[in-house]
T-cell receptor, first 113, second 113 residues
């Protein structure tokens, strides 16, 4: 089955810096890669996703890149702000039959003013 | 707003008790999921359901059972709770076609003494 590894487990940056979180996956059939943000005590919320037919997707300060050959994908946050502080989860799945997301173990991002 | 609602939000109980966590949704989604979240382990899939007549085991189904009472309702039961089932439990829903984003409820924090 699919296995997703996520690094780093914690990341501290200064406000205005960029942050990068990396994930690797094991199943070459995986073709959908969402990223979720979970603030303290809140539900995980989808912030961006990418499908395997594209290599990069951007939404304002957030971007995701995908390298299918190397089986890794990354989340990039530019011009970080204190409200970006949260735990971020990557996930992967294939559409063979049913969508079973396999999540990474999370990255705690702390943005200091 | 269409949403995913979990009850109760918090529950403290004793070893050996039977517990039911409930999830209802107004999104009109066919697919529903139960996840468990433990610190450092991310989100792990317990059970998932296509529709009312479909129930499938996830990664960590031992010790749990589910019931899909209607399209909008999906319940998780712990028949005889044990302390290592202490965790944060999330219900999620998604649309049916291809890979669709999963939408999470606010979670149930369960403590078993």
């Amino acid at each position: 089955g699919e296995n997703v590894e996520q690094h780093p487990s914690t990341l501290s940056v200064q406000e205005g810096d960029s942050a990068v979180i990396k994930c690797t996956y094991s199943d070459s059939a995986s073709n959908y890669f969402p990223w979720y943000k979970q603030e303290l005590g809140k539900r995980p919320q989808l912030i961006i996703d990418i499908r395997s037919n594209v290599g990069e997707k951007k939404d304002q300060r957030i971007a995701v890149t995908l390298n299918k050959t190397a089986k890794h994908f990354s989340l990039h946050i530019t011009e970080t702000q204190p409200e970006d502080s949260a735990v971020y989860f990557c996930a992967a799945t294939s559409d063979t039959g049913f969508q079973k997301l396999v999540f990474g173990t999370g990255t705690r991002l702390l943005v200091s003013p | 707003d269409a949403d995913v609602t979990q009850t109760p939000r918090n529950r403290i109980t004793k070893t050996g008790k039977r517990i039911m966590l409930e999830c209802s949704q107004t999104k009109g989604h066919d697919r529903m999921y139960w996840y468990r979240q433990d610190p450092g382990l991310g989100l792990r899939l317990i059970y998932y359901s296509f529709d009312v007549k479909d129930i499938n085991k996830g990664e960590i189904s031992d010790g749990y059972s589910v019931s899909r009472q209607a399209q909008a309702k999906f319940s998780l039961s712990l028949e005889s709770a044990i302390p290592n089932q202490t965790a944060l439990y999330f219900c999620a829903t998604s649309g049916s076609f291809g890979n669709q984003p999963q939408h999470f409820g606010d979670g149930t924090r369960l403590s078993i003494l």
